[in-house]
């Protein structure tokens, strides 16, 4: 699944908002309060504006260059906002193949990129600009 987090309360739409897939929740108990957290992979926006012919906000998952792995960190779960829902971004007119899943479509499709579908319900529309 992937989601909104809230980074920057002073920025509106996007520019105060990343996406992440949620890998794990989980909480744990520290002096008797208990913190409810997430896993998360995140998504570094590309460019400083949507796409010009879709008004959708390009994401690519984050992942350490050196070995491509994902970057993960945790992150309180009151930073989460919404679910997100992400399009891949086909390149060319080639078939996706029968190995892509729903499963594994933000692992292996395409390039890793990705558009932030804000069409997706009202929610999406008013806080993915």
Request: glycine share 4%; hydrophobic share 40%.
């Amino acid at each position: 699944d992937t989601v909104f987090i809230k980074l920057d309360n002073q920025e509106r739409g996007m520019r105060g908002l990343g996406v992440a897939r949620l890998q794990l929740l989980f909480s744990f108990r520290f002096l008797n309060t208990i913190y409810p957290c997430a896993l998360i992979n995140d998504f570094h926006v590309v460019g400083d504006q949507p796409d010009r012919n879709t008004s959708m906000w390009k994401v690519k998952r984050a992942v350490n260059h050196r070995n491509r792995r994902p970057i993960l960190r945790v992150i309180h779960l009151a930073s989460i906002i919404c679910a997100a829902h992400l399009i891949p971004v086909f390149k060319d007119t080639s078939p996706v193949t029968d190995d892509e899943t729903p499963d594994t479509t933000l692992d292996t499709c395409c390039c890793g990129l990705f558009y932030v579908n804000k069409y997706i319900d009202h929610h999406a529309f008013e806080i993915a600009f």
